[in-house]
């Protein structure tokens, strides 16, 4: 009888190793398989046909195991050629950290984005000539290299300011030129990219327009460096994915920014995802920078937040500055006045590697 044991014991561990062999096998069919449904568009999920084949697995079953035991032996194999497609589509993606293990590093003038961290300041709309001169003589003297301001406004109100548009482009490139500061501004629309790309250094693609793939092909198309912002309900994946539309057109140069969630908080207008920040760092090589205003809605825990964003990672924050935040025509609530961007300047402590 002992020696039966051990026969059976030893037809077990061949069994064992049987499935094994088989569910090896499983993976490799899998693998080809999302190659395919990669090629074809389709979707690596397919909650129909596996229902069905447990449906199959079932009336198959011959016991002794109970259907109560079959069914979650296949759920969890179903699940894990999931993770398997899903692993295998993210390594591919050429955003990630598996195809370039150190920062990518893009130079916009005398700038490298991704080396030491950067401020970028200015208001949330150009509003004239004079509102954004006296932003940038104070951001210029306080060190900052890159400017920023809306002349093309994505208002959630049709009846709210739309930006001063072309005219922004102009008053835009003239004050930075005057103080030699970079500038970054947004795209709404693929028709203006173009034009935008004539007036300033950086595209900004903002966050209502993250999943907007044909403006993300066309920013790709130009080779300007482009600043990304996560949609306001924007998974970590579609964030990537979205820079993966703006890389897969040539366009390597891609700073994520990661500017709040919508979350059920109304203390702030946005929560900041800090835990975005160094999952992004992991996930990509290409620079991420918090932008803490439209995160917080609110001025008085800014500094707070872009201590937060800069140790957990960022490679930058974005703050916006108004010399009379009272009267901005947008974001009055954020926005930090010349003094105030002073102290919010001293409370984050860098050192001023681009001061010149
Ligand atoms: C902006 O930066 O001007 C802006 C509108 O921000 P977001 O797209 O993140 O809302
Ligand atoms: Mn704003």
């Known amino acids: 009888m002992k020696k039966r044991l051990e026969t059976l014991r030893h037809e077990i561990e061949r069994?064992?190793?049987?499935?094994?062999?088989?569910?090896?096998?499983?993976?490799?069919?899998?693998?080809?398989?999302?190659?395919?449904?990669?090629?074809?568009g389709i979707p690596l999920f397919s909650p129909e046909r596996e229902e069905r084949m447990l449906r199959e697995l079932v009336a198959a079953n011959?016991?002794?195991?109970?259907?109560?035991?079959?069914?979650?032996?296949?759920?969890?194999?179903?699940?894990?050629?999931?993770?398997?497609?899903?692993?295998?589509?993210?390594?591919?993606?050429?955003?990630?950290?598996?195809?370039?293990?150190?920062?990518?590093?893009?130079?916009?003038?005398?700038?490298?984005?991704?080396?030491?961290?950067?401020?970028?300041?200015?208001?949330?709309?150009?509003?004239?000539?004079?509102?954004?001169?006296?932003?940038?003589?104070?951001?210029?003297?306080?060190?900052?290299?890159?400017?920023?301001?809306?002349?093309?406004?994505?208002?959630?109100?049709?009846?709210?300011?739309?930006g001063l548009g072309d005219e922004g482009l102009v008053i835009l490139q003239r004050v930075a030129k005057r103080h030699g500061l970079l500038t970054v501004t947004e795209v709404t629309d693929t028709r203006s990219v173009d034009q935008v790309a004539r007036y300033a250094d950086v595209l900004q693609v903002g966050a209502r327009n993250m999943a907007n793939y044909e403006i993300l092909r066309e920013v790709g198309r130009t080779k300007r460096p482009v600043l990304l912002k996560r949609g306001m309900a924007a998974t970590i994946d579609e964030l990537l994915w979205a820079a993966e539309y703006i890389v897969?057109?040539?366009?390597?140069?891609?700073?994520?920014?990661e500017?709040?969630?919508?979350?059920?908080?109304?203390?702030?207008?946005?929560?900041?995802?800090?835990?975005?920040?160094?999952l992004l760092r992991q996930r990509t090589y290409l620079p991420?920078?918090?932008?803490?205003?439209?995160?917080?809605?609110?001025?008085?825990?800014?500094?707070?937040?872009?201590?937060?964003?800069?140790?957990?990672?960022?490679?930058?924050?974005?703050?916006?500055?108004?010399?009379?935040?009272?009267?901005?025509?947008?974001?009055?609530?954020?926005?930090?006045?010349?003094?105030q961007f002073t102290a919010f300047m001293s409370q984050i402590n860098l050192t001023r590697p681009h001061a010149d």
């Not at 096998?25 to 074809?40: F, H, I, S, W, Y």
């Not at 955003?95 to 949330?124: F, H, M, Q, T, Y």
């Not at 709040?260 to 109304?266: A, M, P, V």
């Open 62 to 162: 011959r016991g002794p195991y109970p259907d109560t035991a079959i069914q979650p032996v296949f759920r969890e194999i179903f699940r894990a050629s999931l993770a398997v497609m899903e692993a295998q589509a993210e390594n591919e993606m050429r955003v990630s950290r598996g195809k370039r293990r150190e920062d990518l590093l893009i130079a916009i003038g005398n700038l490298v984005v991704g080396r030491e961290p950067i401020v970028v300041a200015g208001p949330c709309a150009i509003e004239s000539e004079e509102q954004l001169e006296a932003v940038a003589a104070h951001i210029k003297a306080a060190g900052v290299t890159m400017m920023r301001g809306g002349a093309f406004k994505p208002r959630s109100s049709p009846y709210a300011f739309q």
């Open 248 to 257: 897969l057109q040539g366009n390597e140069q891609v700073i994520l920014c």
């Open 288 to 339: 991420v920078i918090a932008d803490v205003s439209h995160a917080a809605g609110r001025r008085d825990i800014l500094a707070a937040l872009a201590r937060a964003a800069l140790a957990a990672g960022a490679q930058g924050v974005m703050v916006e500055v108004h010399p009379d935040p009272p009267a901005a025509r947008s974001d009055a609530q954020q926005q930090l006045s010349l003094e």
């Open 15 to 40: 069994i064992n190793l049987e499935m094994l062999d088989l569910l090896c096998r499983r993976g490799e069919v899998v693998t080809e398989m999302r190659a395919l449904k990669n090629e074809l």
């Open 259 to 278: 500017r709040g969630i919508r979350t059920f908080e109304r203390a702030t207008r946005n929560t900041l995802d800090i835990s975005a920040i160094p």
